[in-house]
């Protein structure tokens, strides 16, 4: 079992930024591919950001690249999703995940483990 912790989230005007951190325990967390994911209301959950167990490859959502970044202490158990320029269209619950499988971009609700999410709202 791997369980996460989100925290960060808040209100924040449109350009500014947030950080989320997202703290693991339980299996050996380093084995495990972390990623982001959000889920505006009335929306299907998004995937948004991951990054491989070494640290070394990272994937984004389009929607993100260049304003979004992601990243991992293994030694602070830790994942990090840095979020600038936000906008309006940000704003969603956002939630945590880990996978071991090798499917970190395409997850679905009952693959890996999730955290139980952090809201993110941007005011225009």
């Known amino acids: 079992q791997v369980h996460l912790v989100e925290s960060g989230g808040g209100l924040v005007q449109a350009g500014g930024s947030l950080r989320l951190s997202c703290a693991a325990s339980?299996?050996?967390?380093?084995?495990?591919?972390m990623g982001w994911y959000r889920q505006a209301p009335g929306k299907e959950r998004q995937f948004v950001a991951a990054i491989n167990w070494s640290g070394g490859n990272t994937y984004y959502v389009d929607s993100v690249k260049g304003r979004f970044t992601i990243s991992r202490d293994i030694v602070k158990n830790t994942v990090y999703l840095q979020m600038n320029s936000l906008n309006p269209e940000d704003t969603a619950i956002y939630y945590c995940a880990a996978d071991g499988l090798g499917g970190i971009t395409g997850m679905t609700a009952e693959s890996g483990y999730w955290g139980r999410g952090s809201q993110v709202t941007v005011s225009s």
């Open positions: 339980g299996r050996t967390f380093s084995s495990f591919d």
